[in-house]
């Protein structure tokens, strides 16, 4: 069989499908059964560190050529800062690609809604200009629903954290986690039951609500009122909902379409595979993608991780390369690391390349976009975090165990600084010798190619090597 193939070229990305007939019918006897065609593969973007690598510029970019973006976990806990013609879009549960006109936006049956903050997301940035974003987005009828008492409940919880432990999970109080765990424990309530019988929707609605109070008694809500919100959110989101399941079967099957899947969060947060307890509630790694859109495996082509050129994280938890000291500032500083969604400073490090290299070995990354190299830029010198020692020995994985990570003590690689700018590069050779070099070690140390080299804020900085 041909099978489907996405080729890259200097200046876009091109896809293309073969149609193959599928045939139902059983193998003979000693004979093996036909493959089925396996339609249009889907490119992935992922994080490959704690979040804000700067996903929403790379989806940006792909999503010039894309006829569908998806969003397939997360909530608006993400945040996606994207600049376009001089105006810089936020984007927390709209999937970048919405500045497409000529493309679909679907949020997947992954993702957890926060009504609200999702209409007012979108008119916030009509008024920046994004025009017609309704009549591009749809939404999977089996997404679960965030309500705003999930979000007080969030905000209670870590204060009972920090009460009862001494510290919290440092959530972004979106009521992302507690919309998750009424989902994980079935009496969470989906864009179908808000769209189907209202009784029978206000109903559990209720419940749900009792349930939450019976667990947290200062909790409040004025039933009626968010009812009767949710009503009226009800009818301005029908014309979007859609079988999430079927309209990918139909896109993935259909005439050849070039697919991009958005990440939200980053590997690092992956309620699996991140530094646990101090991630997010959903699956932000690869397979993320398959179960919160419905999609086979079989359908997933590349897969690009996304990561700056040094570390930052957002909110506690183990963070091996971090600098509490001058360096760790003008990262800081220069980087204007500060979160999209929380507007917290975000704790600044040298790159680690053994939380690369395991974020690779979960998502199989076909190639790298390195991100804000030119903050970079007035360094005299750079280190590169390559191995993790515990008792003065190499060790070969990345620790499970908090404690552990705490006290790892990091192997660094020194590198010169260019001391040069780099924010007019367009190409590779305009980039210094130097910056060259880092960028080649970063590349051959976690094995996987670094196909573009960002500069700067908008869509132009984004050096694309092959």
């Not at 919309?179 to 079935?186: Q, T, V």
């Not at 390559?386 to 008792?391: D, G, Q, S």
């Not at 070969?396 to 908090?402: D, K």
Request: charged residues 25%; hydrophobic residues 35%.
């Amino acid at each position: 069989l041909v099978l489907p193939a996405i080729f890259a070229c200097c200046s876009c990305i091109h896809w293309s499908s073969k149609d193959q007939k599928i045939t139902n019918q059983p193998a003979a006897a000693g004979q093996k059964r036909p493959r089925n065609d396996a339609g249009n593969r889907v490119t992935v973007v992922l994080g490959a560190q704690w979040g804000d690598e700067g996903k929403g510029k790379v989806v940006d970019l792909l999503a010039t050529e894309a006829d569908i973006v998806c969003r397939c976990q997360g909530g608006n806990n993400a945040g996606h800062t994207v600049v376009v013609d001089g105006k810089e879009y936020d984007f927390h549960l709209l999937p970048s690609g919405i500045i497409n006109t000529k493309s679909i936006s679907l949020i997947g049956n992954g993702v957890v809604i926060h009504l609200p903050g999702l209409f007012e997301e979108g008119d916030k940035n009509e008024k920046k200009g994004l025009r017609g974003w309704e009549k591009r987005l749809i939404v999977s009828d089996r997404a679960h629903i965030v309500f705003d008492f999930h979000q007080v409940v969030d905000g209670l919880q870590e204060t009972e954290r920090q009460a009862q432990e001494g510290k919290s999970i440092g959530t972004t109080k979106k009521g992302i986690g507690p919309a998750y765990s009424s989902k994980a424990s079935r009496i969470g309530l989906r864009v179908c039951d808000l769209l189907g019988d209202f009784s029978d929707f206000s109903t559990r609605f209720k419940n749900l609500v009792r349930h939450y109070q019976s667990m947290h008694p200062s909790l409040t809500v004025d039933t009626e009122d968010q009812l009767k919100k949710l009503k009226d959110y009800a009818e301005r989101l029908r014309p979007m909902v859609r079988d999430g399941v079927y309209y990918m079967y139909e896109a993935l099957h259909g005439p050849p379409k070039r697919i991009l899947v958005e990440g939200a969060n980053a590997a690092l947060l992956d309620i699996d595979f991140g530094t646990y307890p101090f991630v997010t509630s959903s699956n932000c790694t690869v397979g993320g993608v398959c179960t919160g859109l419905g999609i086979p495996p079989l359908n997933i082509g590349d897969v690009f991780g996304v990561a700056k050129a040094y570390s930052t994280r957002v909110g506690i938890g183990a963070f091996p390369t971090e600098q509490l000291n001058a360096a760790g500032e003008l990262l800081q500083t220069r980087g204007h690391e500060v979160g999209v969604t929380t507007g917290r400073k975000r704790r600044c490090g040298w790159l680690d390349l053994v939380i690369m290299r395991y974020a690779h070995m979960i998502n199989g990354f076909t190639a790298i976009a390195l991100t804000k190299l030119d903050i970079l830029d007035v360094l005299d010198e750079i280190k590169v975090g390559i191995a993790y020692k515990l008792n003065g020995k190499r060790i070969p994985h990345f620790p499970a165990n908090m404690d552990i990570l705490h006290k790892v003590e990091v192997e660094y690689e020194t590198f010169p600084g260019w001391k040069t700018d780099t924010s007019t590069a367009r190409k590779w050779n305009d980039l210094p010798a130097k910056a060259q070099n880092y960028i080649r070690f970063i590349e051959n140390h976690i094995g996987v190619p670094i196909k573009w080299v960002g500069v700067g804020k908008s869509r132009e900085c984004m050096i694309q090597m092959f």
